[in-house]
């Protein structure tokens, strides 16, 4: 949210309104503010504002800034309280950011609808002092999507039964990979690589792995988020669904994260809500904790996704690092008994192909008839992510899904010095994504599985 009460201020300032500005007669006062539109689509916008404090030190600052159209709203703020009166949108420094030095800067974020078009916010001030600042955006939009790519052809997804469903309410499989974690193999995903996986290996899913922690989103929320939405639109622009994945894996406990995914799902729901592509993956892989602590945090982050979002589908993790349980001693069952409470959702299940075989299989090919399954990660090696491939547990993997019409997303679209990468080593430092040369045992496997056409029934 400081960002974007900095964005907003300089929004002020590029719009010609330095009259706002009261003269300032010393050094003491002055703050400045730059504003930028990272994102718009129908009725709604993503900002984030830098705020400067050119003056003296303050403690327990306020910045405000005046919508132009009644229409405009907060939706939500991160970085700072926010809050709306009439067209007077307040943010509020927070404990952690509560000072600011002379010099110093803040961001703060936020989500916001409108009816009609969307004016520049005016006449920013931090502490009762007008602020100078310059304003940005929003970016230029993606067309859309061809029609005869994945997104194209399924359009809206819901659950039916145990399957996933297209627009024509027919079963259908999704096909695709996942990222590895975005603080480490950000430069893995760009137009080039996101290009090679719609277009070469003709990929239906790219699954966006967002840690909470080591590293991730509980470091800079706002900047994770963005990075998240950026790779659903470019998912958007190539035909592909994006399946946007809240990677928590230690601790295990997922009600650990659950103000954090509260807070990040309000976001990215709100701002993705237009849009057809999108699957969310509220847990990623529970563990340590029992199904019904699992099933408690679900029905708590479910309906602050259907609050902005009431119809895209939703996938629940399951006991022992997504495994129905399996890997706990337990199996499907403890889920049929005592289902999650909410409608069009489905339950993850993970593998790796080396170390997970046959009392897993037996499993999943019975919970297929009981449950909404998505394979949301698999590897073909041990589940360490290293190891050899195991091309002969892979190979009845996959075919036993594809027989269930179950999706998966392979791990990992990456260049990681492990196994299960798709690529060797280095390759993300240069343009190419799909010749033999760059594609691991792991990656060429995958890729002549994903690239085999898809069957989409229509009618």
């Known amino acids: 949210m400081k960002r974007l009460l900095a964005l907003l201020a300089t929004c002020a300032t590029g719009l010609g309104l330095t009259a706002l500005s009261a003269p300032q007669a010393a050094a003491a006062t002055g703050c400045k503010v730059d504003y930028t539109i990272t994102s718009q689509w129908q009725g709604g916008f993503q900002a984030g504002v830098k705020v400067t404090n050119l003056g003296d030190p303050v403690t327990g600052w306020k910045l405000t800034f005046d919508w132009p ?23 509020a420094a927070v404990d952690w950011n509560r000072t600011l030095a002379t010099g110093a ?16 916010p005016t006449s920013f001030k931090l502490n009762g002092v007008a602020c100078t600042g310059s304003v940005e955006g929003p970016p230029p939009t993606d067309p859309p999507p061809a029609t005869g790519t994945p997104l194209g052809i399924n359009g809206q997804l819901r659950v039916c039964g145990v399957n996933l469903c297209n627009q024509y309410n027919r079963p259908i499989q999704l096909r695709g990979m996942s990222t590895h974690g975005l603080q480490w193999f950000s430069k893995c995903y760009n137009s080039a690589s996101l290009d090679a996986l719609a277009k070469d290996w003709k990929s239906d899913l790219l699954r966006t792995a967002m840690y909470v922690q080591e590293g991730g989103y509980e470091t800079d929320p706002a900047g994770f988020t963005s990075r998240v939405n950026s790779l659903v639109d470019m998912a958007e622009a190539r035909g592909m669904y994006a399946m946007i994945d809240f990677h928590t894996l230690t601790p295990g406990d997922p009600t650990y994260n659950l103000e954090r995914a509260k807070t990040f799902f309000a976001s990215v729901a709100a701002r993705n809500a237009a849009k057809k592509n999108v699957i969310y993956e509220i847990a990623n892989e529970p563990n340590g904790v029992s199904w019904a602590t699992i099933k408690s945090y679900a029905e708590q982050v479910i309906p602050v996704i259907r609050a902005a979002d009431p119809d895209a589908v939703v996938i629940v993790g399951t006991r022992g690092w997504s495994s129905l349980g399996v890997s706990d001693g337990s199996d499907e069952s403890e ?28 499993v999943v090919n019975r919970a297929a008839t009981r449950l909404p399954l998505f394979v949301t990660e698999f590897g073909t090696v041990t589940y360490t992510g ?23 997303a392979n791990w990992t679209y990456s260049d990681a ?43």
Not at 69 to 91: F, H, M, P, R
Not at 105 to 120: I, L, Q, W, Y
Request: hydrophobic share 35%; charged share 15%; net charge negative.
């Open 69 to 91: 159209d009644a229409g405009q709203k907060v939706v939500q703020g991160w970085n700072a309280t926010v809050s709306q009166s009439g067209s007077t949108v307040t943010a």
């Open 105 to 120: 800067a803040t961001d703060v974020g936020f989500v916001g609808s409108f009816t009609g078009a969307n004016p520049k």
């Open 335 to 362: 889920i049929v008994n005592n289902p999650v409470n909410a409608t069009n959702i489905m339950y993850a299940f993970h593998f790796y192909a080396a170390s997970h075989t046959d009392n897993y299989r037996t």
């Open 386 to 408: 290293g190891g050899a491939v195991d091309r002969a547990s892979t190979t009845a993997w996959l075919d036993l899904l594809d027989r269930h019409k179950i999706g998966y």
């Open 417 to 459: 010095d492990e196994g299960s990468a798709a690529f060797k080593p280095g390759t993300c430092n240069g343009t190419d994504y799909s010749s033999s040369g760059v594609l691991t045992e792991s990656g060429a496997l995958l890729k002549s599985r994903i690239s085999t056409p898809d069957s989409f029934p229509t009618s």
